[in-house]
């Protein structure tokens, strides 16, 4: 079965006060679909930037990645836009909901943005908010939520357009424990119910223990692969360098 997400050789460099900085140094990585996994290291190791890199918000300096069949790196900007929007879900440590809309407007608006019937996504808005369990406060704006509340219509709104992966950046860098443990709840059941492919940047060690597959980064490079299970259609890894 082919890879949902494909990485070859990705690397990223930075123009820093008239040094290069390597952040990326060959990445190979490949990513099924239905898996979920934790993407794990140092500060500095490049997770983000591969996250980033992923998730179409950054361009790679050289290297190959392939999304559902898709070649990333050679599309011009509007059609990267178009496969963002179309495949790719985002949660981010901080929120980023807006402040003057509803739970409920807030988890419509991706699918408002790209022109969708707003009768059927305000039934999509209102079943992914049951899902995560907060129908009841589908009229309540981000400041009358707390931290969870709030990161958990984030993770709704990640969903609305039905996504193939859900890339999350440290979701849970501002909760508490036992905040945080519901949220990583939350993201086993999504990838257990829908299929979706989720990939979580995380310094929780606790929440990267419990997954399937963890993806060790040091100094810009894949230290280490360990997986542990696959979903029934992928593939085990070989000895190849693509894992």
Known sequence: MDALVLIEDLKKSF?????????????????????ILAIVGPSGAGKSTLLHCIGTLDLPSSGRIRLAGEELTTMSSSRLAAVRNRTIGFVFQFHHLLPEFTALENVMLPGLIQGKNRREMERRARSLLEEV????????????LSGGEQQRVAV??????DPKIVLADEPTGNLDTATSDA????FFQINREHGTTIVVVTHNPAFAERMPR???????????????????AAPKPTDSPIL
């Open 15 to 35: 123009q820093h006060e008239g040094r290069t900085l390597d952040v990326l140094k060959g990445i190979d990585l490949n990513i099924y679909q239905a898996q």
């Open 133 to 144: 369990k907060l129908d009841h406060r589908a009229t309540h704006r981000p400041g009358e």
């Open 156 to 161: 709704a709104r990640a969903l609305a357009l």
């Open 183 to 186: 949220i990583h709840d939350l």
């Open 214 to 232: 963890v993806v060790r980064m040091k100094d810009g490079r894949v230290d280490h692969d360990d997986v542990r299970s696959l979903p029934d």
